[in-house]
């Protein structure tokens, strides 16, 4: 069987001009076992008389092309408003990029970490979007306080890459499952209409470059050169961002929002039918003008959302600041560091913000060496910093030295007096090892386990221990009511093999116990999302664990997607919904009540 292709219709291309296009994968590869190919599939213009026959995939789908009367895009695919010098210097460097920079990168064995035959294989590969799927068949019972919607973000790259392609560079899609009265279900998935992707959309291919997957060494400065070249000729325009809102959700103030930390948030709208809308891209009413990383934190006790800013090139390097229940922001608080370093996740306490300062860290000198900017700095040692969320200047700030520990992700911190009444800051993440395990090859056995970090803030000293040994936890979290606060039970994905989650662990953090939740032979999920029962949405006297969990499941075997909800208390699952389309393995989710989305922001 071969990848189906779909291109645009004239109605499809009158849409590319407003904010909202409709988009269709331009590679699309549905059986499990396919992979995509390393070099773009080829474009569907009618062949010069003096030319090779053409590929019978062309042949094969000009076919179908006059059989649905489907406009392609002739090449060079160039949008209508470009003037003549640009359309020339277009070619130009088009010319550069094909017969000299793909032909470099064909002399060079990529990396499995960039290799896109590895990285966009199986159901990591790509989908076209869904349009809303009502009355999906659903097995056993909606639970009565699972009335919303279900959202998760992944990677979902809309063009074949040229070069080497790393799974955080695929466009952004988010999948939507919405649960109502009756037992009733729908779903949906769209990708949000980043500034980037619209441009991409216009000339029908990449004309951005890909962070990880292409940004390494010589090829990659000729990679951003060329970049650089096309926005100084106003081919593409980055002033509005080049990110790709692939990987955080979070629902604040009204708004659901796509995050990536190379750019600022995405404000996308769920419409009464289940739908998904990109509003646009959202500076918090003109408050910020700065990407922010993918995991905010929200404070169930005071509604505030407290969120970090990098910046890999000058200092500051780290910025904190936050927004309170209405949306307003504080001001912003430099964080004194050295280097830039990688900070994917961060967490908070009732006082305090737990800053990780680890051992991937960026170096852009490293390109010119020939190397990657991400760079692992066994050198370093490992630190937290612990700042007071009311500091105004960032100088009360506690660094202290955790050796040894990678945390990617951090799923809670709390604070503890200690017998000698000492404050503890207490951390549960899940420690990577090695560190740069998600970036490049290892010959070490990749590992990821659940810890508990001690920071005494008087002594600044640390230690460290391992929850659940001999088990790979990534992608997870607390019930949300407790974030900030001591919790007993974490939910987790079951990371194994990895890249693929195999099941959720319910781990107790008190006594350490593992209950396990299979999804079964040849069924894969991801990052599961815990809802408290929302009779405990007014208060925090129930038991911790009376709730759901849900997440995404993909059976390779049958080649068969759904959603299943498992009880939080017993980890049973209660009901699966099955979905109309393949879904990708992805990021990370949420769910919004109806009664949240009641007070959208539209």
Request: charged share 20%; proline share 7%; net charge positive.
């Amino acid at each position: 069987m071969q990848p189906s292709l779909h291109f645009f219709t004239p109605k499809h291309q009158s849409l590319l001009q407003t904010q909202s296009p409709l988009f269709t994968c331009k590679f699309i590869v549905n059986p499990a076992n396919k992979t995509v190919p390393r070099n773009p599939l080829p474009l569907l213009s009618p062949p010069a008389p003096s030319r090779s026959p053409p590929h019978p995939e062309v042949v094969e789908l000009m076919v179908q092309r006059e059989r649905s009367n489907v406009l392609v895009p002739q090449h060079p695919n160039y949008p209508v408003h470009l003037n003549r010098f640009q359309k020339l210097a277009a070619v130009a460097l088009d010319k550069i990029e094909t017969s000299v920079i793909m032909r470099l990168e064909k002399n060079h064995v990529l990396p499995k970490m960039v290799d896109p035959a590895v990285q966009i294989s199986g159901n990591f590969a790509p989908v076209e979007e869904c349009p809303v799927h009502h009355g999906l068949e659903v097995v056993g019972r909606i639970p009565a306080c699972l009335r919303g919607v279900y959202v998760r973000n992944g990677a979902n790259p809309m063009f074949a890459p040229s070069g080497g392609h790393h799974l955080f560079d695929g466009d952004g899609m988010i999948h939507a499952v919405s649960l109502g009265l009756g037992n009733k279900a729908s779903y949906s998935c769209r990708y949000t209409r980043t500034s980037r992707l619209v441009q991409e959309a216009r000339f029908g291919r990449c004309m951005f470059p890909k962070p990880i997957g292409e940004l390494h060494g010589h090829l990659g400065l000729a990679r951003l050169g060329l970049y650089m070249a096309r926005a100084g000729l106003g081919l593409v325009d980055g002033s509005h961002g080049t990110g790709v809102a692939n990987a955080g959700l979070v629902y604040f103030n009204g708004r659901l929002l796509a995050m990536s930390e190379d750019d600022l948030p995405y404000h996308v709208k769920i419409t009464g039918d289940g739908d998904l809308e990109t509003i646009g891209r959202f500076n918090f009413s003109d408050q910020i003008d700065c990407p922010l990383i993918a995991h905010p934190k929200l404070d169930p006790v005071t509604g505030d959302l407290h969120t970090l800013n990098y910046n890999v090139l000058k200092k500051p390097y780290l910025k904190y600041f936050r927004f309170d229940k209405f949306g307003r922001k504080s001001g912003d608080l430099h964080v004194d560091m050295d280097q830039a370093t990688m900070i994917h996740d961060f967490a908070i306490t009732e006082n305090f913000v737990v800053i990780p300062d680890h051992q991937m860290v960026f170096k852009l000198s490293e390109m010119i060496r020939g190397g990657s900017p991400v760079v692992y700095n066994k050198n370093k040692t490992s630190r937290f910093g612990v700042l007071q969320q009311n500091d105004v200047v960032g100088s009360g700030i506690q660094w202290i030295n955790v050796p040894n520990c990678f945390c990617f992700h951090l799923w809670n911190a709390w604070e503890e007096i200690s017998d000698t009444g000492d404050k503890i800051i207490v951390v549960i993440g899940s420690c990577m090892n090695p560190p740069d395990s998600i970036f490049n090859e290892s010959k070490d056995t990749f590992r990821s386990e659940l810890s508990e970090i001690r920071m005494n803030l008087r002594t600044r000293q640390s230690t460290q221990r391992v929850i659940v040994s001999g088990m790979n936890l990534e992608a997870g979290q607390v019930n949300g009511q407790y974030l900030g606060q001591k919790t007993r039970f974490v939910y987790l994905a079951i990371a194994d093999p990895w890249p693929k989650c195999s099941g959720i662990a319910k781990v107790d953090l008190q006594t350490g116990k593992v209950t396990k939740f299979m999804y079964g032979t040849w069924r894969y999920g991801g990052e599961p999302f815990f809802v408290p029962d929302k009779k405990q949405t007014c208060n925090r006297n129930g038991n911790e664990d009376e709730g759901y969990i849900m997440g995404l499941v993909r059976d390779e075997k049958k080649e068969m997607s759904e959603m299943v909800i498992v009880k939080g208390s017993s980890m049973e699952q209660v009901a699966a919904i099955r979905l109309p389309s393949r879904v990708p393995y992805g990021f990370h989710g949420t769910f919004i009540s109806q009664e949240e989305l009641r007070r959208q922001v539209i």
